[in-house]
């Protein structure tokens, strides 16, 4: 199983980026999608997460500007990031918690980070 993560990069204060991860391999079913950041010299943090019931949440820094949405066909996870700031900057990373064929248990598995600049 692999994650892939795209659509990183420079971006302005007040723009938007949109990310995407795709999940290949044996996969079964897909429980839990996330985005997590990490900035430098700080904690990876969970920034945005849907589950498989299509419930969302989000962290208070992001709340009314950061959409999380998933299309589990295609197995894959978005992130629509609006109004972004220059705090948002980080390496953004995407997590799925899933269940392989043949296996009777949920496993997490990362994407390789994509980095999100906001700048002027």
């Known amino acids: 199983v692999q994650l892939q993560a795209s659509g990183g990069g420079l971006v302005q204060p007040g723009g938007s980026l949109r990310l995407s991860c795709a999940a290949s391999g044996s996969i079964f079913s897909i429980n839990a999608m996330n985005w997590y950041r990490q900035a430098p010299g700080e904690q990876r943090e969970l920034v945005a997460s849907?589950?498989?019931?299509?419930?969302?949440a989000y962290t208070d820094s992001v709340k009314g500007r950061f959409t999380i949405s998933r299309d589990n066909a295609k197995k894959m996870v978005y992130l629509q990031m609006n109004s972004l700031k220059p705090e948002d900057t980080a390496v953004y990373y995407c997590n799925m918690r899933l269940q392989r064929y043949r296996d009777s248990y949920l496993l997490n598995y990362w994407g390789q980070g994509t980095q999100v600049t906001v700048s002027s």
């Open positions: 849907t589950t498989s019931d299509g419930s969302t």
